[in-house]
């Protein structure tokens, strides 16, 4: 029920239940509602366009005028926002009437036009009706307008009171035109979300089509009557509201009946709508490029999912550097699975930015792409030195049997929680745009340093205290803490990028070939750090870098 209610709200707010549904269709690809909730609010966008044809119902067209004046100074006032949009609001309302109003008075001698009354006649049937509503909903697609054409056409007489719901029956059909077309981009939820507005829209038009008589005498039942008025005056006084009110109780019904049953139907829609196998964005869980049209969504979304991304790097850490320090191969033959995961989460980013950069985009919004790439590429680096850092030392120290002693271990499991901690409160700060956060990470930094090289000492003075012949485990185990230190080493660079300014972005250009999904990555900030001379071990010479 609060679903439908939010939907009724916003689309008796924005007028439109094709944005309603578009918007919809995106928040459920994206992850952001659940199907069940998205259909509920489905359900409640049809009866909020209803309020619409309430609205046009009214005989407000003599403010018509007025309000579009008001509307018009409105948008001059741009240093208050709120007012400026409610101004554009008014105006486009003031339009709606004045439209109705120039369209009732165009319409109104084609009564005399035999030629006109036989076309209308001849598709006054229901199913002519019906498809002639949805045929011409599709092309503007609007319901709303549809219906106010509708309620002009039936108070001037054009047509009766059933021929008129027919085809305001198939208007609603009509408009799943546009949610069809918003889901061609999404998710496998936007296509379920898209198909269950195409299954209510359409199977609820065809159940009341045998009953019209019926709901056509309700809605007279419902409306007013001007019994003093004659001929066309009548018309104009009644049919109106009658329109209104026979779609409200058409959208009413059917919202009453199936609320009751949604979560058993979205089970149902999971079943007949199966993913695609080749969906691009198989792996990612909130892009969705119907958003790519409104960047700061579509930046939200990417942040989203680089907060999937960065927790799946995190996992890797975790997994893969205790099974490194436990020596449990059947974990680390996984790690080759979990990074593969990670580049797919990353490429499917990477090519969603790329679309973003190709859009009309401001310069702070073209610097939070490069940011959020530069982001992606740290968490890729990190996942790569887990795969062929730390599984690689952990399956060499297997095949070279050696047992690290227990508190050698204790010391690397600490400097592993440190670096993951760390690690998670950066992922959090690039999530949330916590440019303070990043920075208050980057000056605790020096905590994990100390830490590493702590770890490094002692290892040192164990080989020294033990003699040569324990040169080849020593040797394992500062890889081991070199690697680890590594993924410190890289957050941070993650971190700082975060930091730096349009200028060291290129002006935050995102422009075509910057923002290519298949060019380079942008080349990393300079590590200046003291400790970074240490990174690079015998077998990786370039292991900074890396």
């Keep these: 029920m609060a679903g439908a209610m939010s939907g009724a709200g916003v689309t008796a707010i924005i007028q439109s239940s094709s944005v309603t549904t578009v918007l919809v269709v995106g928040f459920a690809?994206?992850?952001?509602?659940?199907?069940?909730?998205?259909m509920s609010v489905i359900i409640g966008a049809n009866l909020g366009t209803t309020v619409t044809a309430q609205i046009v119902a009214l005989d407000v067209t003599r403010f018509a005028s007025l309000m579009i004046v008001t509307g018009f100074v409105m948008t001059f006032l741009k240093k208050r926002p709120i007012v400026q949009q409610s101004g554009g609001a008014l105006l486009g309302l003031g339009m709606v009437f004045l439209g109705m109003d120039l369209m009732s008075g165009a319409v109104s001698p084609l009564r005399d036009q035999p030629q006109v009354m036989e076309l209308f006649q001849g598709a006054g049937g229901p199913l002519p009706g019906l498809a002639m509503g949805a045929v011409f909903t599709a092309l503007v697609q609007s319901s709303s307008a549809t219906i106010g054409i509708v309620i002009v056409l039936a108070s001037q007489g054009l047509v009766d009171l059933e021929s008129g719901l027919a085809i305001a029956l198939g208007a609603v059909i009509?408009?799943?035109?546009?949610?069809?077309?918003a889901s061609i981009g999404s998710g496998t939820e936007g296509r379920r979300v898209a198909a269950w507005h195409l299954l209510v829209n359409a199977g609820g038009a065809l159940i009341w089509l045998p009953f019209l008589p019926f709901l056509a005498d309700l809605a007279v039942w419902l409306s007013p009557s001007y019994p003093e008025l004659e001929g066309t005056a009548r018309l104009a006084a009644e049919t109106p509201r009658q329109v209104a009110n026979a779609f409200t109780v058409f959208a009413l019904v059917n919202m009453l009946v199936l609320l009751p049953f949604i979560r058993p139907l979205s089970r149902v829609m999971e079943r007949v709508v199966k993913p695609k196998s080749l969906d691009p964005f198989a792996k990612a869980r909130h892009l969705n490029v119907m958003m790519l049209s409104t960047?700061?969504?579509?930046?939200?979304?990417t942040r989203a999912e680089i907060r999937r991304l960065g927790g799946k790097v995190v996992h890797m850490v975790?997994?893969?550097?205790?099974?490194?320090?436990?020596?449990?191969?059947?974990v680390l033959d996984r790690i080759e699975a979990m990074d593969d995961e990670?580049?797919?989460i990353r490429s499917a980013i990477v090519t969603y930015l790329a679309q973003l950069g190709q859009e009309e985009i401001s310069l702070k919004q073209s610097v939070e792409i490069a940011r959020l790439l530069a982001a992606t590429d740290?968490?890729?680096a990190i996942g790569d030195v887990v795969e062929m850092g730390l599984a690689r030392i952990g399956q060499r120290m297997r095949t070279e049997r050696i047992?690290?002693?227990?508190?050698?271990?204790?010391?690397?499991?600490g400097l592993l929680a440190d670096v993951i901690t760390n690690l998670e409160a950066a992922v959090e700060a690039v999530a949330q745009a916590d440019r303070k956060g990043v920075s208050a990470l980057l000056d605790r930094a020096d905590q994990v340093k100390q830490q590493r090289e702590s770890a490094m000492t002692r290892q040192a003075f164990r080989l020294t205290g033990q003699g040569p012949g324990r040169a080849g485990a020593y040797a394992r185990e500062v890889e081991l803490i070199s690697e680890i230190y590594r993924i410190h080493t890289l957050t941070k660079r993650l971190l700082r990028r975060q930091l730096a300014s349009p200028v060291e972005f290129g002006n935050g250009s995102t422009g075509p070939g910057a923002g290519d999904a298949s060019a380079d990555p942008p080349a990393a900030a300079p590590v200046v750090d003291g400790d970074d001379l240490h990174l690079a071990s015998p077998q990786d010479p370039e292991g900074a870098d890396r």
Excluded: F, K, Y
């Excluded at 690809?29 to 998205?38: H, I, K, N, P, Y």
């Excluded at 009509?174 to 077309?181: I, K, N």
């Excluded at 975790?318 to 059947?330: F, H, L, N, R, T």
């Design 378 to 380: 740290e968490l890729e």
């Design 295 to 301: 960047p700061a969504a579509a930046l939200e979304l």
């Design 318 to 330: 975790q997994v893969g550097g205790e099974a490194a320090i436990a020596g449990d191969v059947a």
């Design 342 to 344: 990670v580049d797919a």
């Design 403 to 413: 047992q690290m002693a227990d508190s050698t271990q204790e010391v690397i499991r």
């Design 174 to 181: 009509g408009t799943c035109v546009t949610s069809q077309l």
């Design 29 to 38: 690809s994206a992850g952001v509602m659940t199907l069940a909730q998205a």
